[in-house]
């Protein structure tokens, strides 16, 4: 219940304006916001790297309601990359890419300008030696962003494609995309959705988490398990396992700020474990998400809000 009601906060443009005068630097924001800047979200890859960590970074953002909008965030990746090859970074860390923050949701030639944009970032990150994962935004952008993908994916093969385990067709999607070559990302998924398209019970969730996993473990491609419960971190290194993989065949993701020690732990068993650090001055739905996933969190938020 409480999950739904921040997840409608999130799309509200009165609780972004109260919310969003917080300073990044506050406990809460800080916590799981690697900063506003380009330099800030480099210097804390820095440090993740140092450790053993791999990165994939995304410039916070979505629903970009214009054009020059799409454009800028376009850039902010160009300048992102440059700033991760001239730091030498760009061996251990990539981006993550929104569609709708460059342009999906636009009226019109949308999708077309959202391919053009993800092209562009795709070709700057294939010259810096790196890639670029197409994160997964609400169910109504799941069938877009798959066509784009397989559009990108005729010339950047290397492009990573994220399927959520609480969408029914999800199972499927894993199936048509276990190919050789093919980065997935499997997680939870972090969106309000109906009941007509998504389970809405934890139970029936990790369920259809396992069952993605296998085929995605049992395929040709390459699984990126995007979770932090400790349960399913286990049942991917037991189905890695008996499907033979190594380490390096597949690898562990977590959010900036969300178990670190986890990641630390796995990384030193000799996984990969890449870790998503969101930055940037757009920071209030991701916020608003992550605070939706652990009641908890709460409490930290409201004593950010009274100290303000
Ligand atoms: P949960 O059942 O939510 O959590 C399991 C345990 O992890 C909790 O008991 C707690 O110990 C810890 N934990 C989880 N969340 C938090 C938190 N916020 N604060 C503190 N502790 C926490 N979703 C999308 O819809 N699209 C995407 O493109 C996308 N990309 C992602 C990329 C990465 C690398 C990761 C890790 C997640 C991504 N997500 C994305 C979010 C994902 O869908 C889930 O909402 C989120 O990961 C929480 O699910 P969980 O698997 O960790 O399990």
Known sequence: ??????????????????????????????????????????????????????????????????QNAASATANAYLDLLRKLSAAGLTKNAEVSVKLSAVGQ???????????????????????????????????????????????????????????????????????????????????KGAYKEPESVAFQEKRQVDKGYVRAMKVLMNGEGYPMIASHDPRLISIAGALADRANRKPGSYEYQMLYGIRPEEQLRLARLGHTVRVYVPYGEDWYGYLVRRLAERPANLQFFARSLISK
């Open 105 to 187: 949701a636009l009226p019109g030639d949308g999708e077309k300008i959202a391919l053009e944009n993800a092209r562009t970032i795709c070709l700057a990150a294939r010259n810096a030696g790196t890639t670029v994962t197409l994160d997964m935004e609400d169910h109504t952008t799941t069938d877009s962003t798959l066509a784009i993908l397989r559009e990108l994916r005729q010339d950047f093969p290397e492009t990573g494609a994220v399927l959520q385990a609480y969408l029914r067709r999800t199972e499927s999607d894993c199936r048509d995309l276990a190919y050789a070559g093919s980065r997935v990302r499997l997680c």
């Open 1 to 66: 219940m409480l999950r739904r009601i921040l997840l409608g906060m999130s799309r509200s443009p009165q609780m972004k304006k109260a919310v969003s005068s917080l300073p990044v630097s506050s406990g809460i924001v800080a916590r799981f916001v690697a900063g506003e800047t380009a330099p800030e979200a480099v210097l804390a890859t820095e440090k993740l790297v140092s450790n053993g960590l791999h990165v994939t970074l995304d410039h916070l953002g979505e629903n970009v309601t214009d």
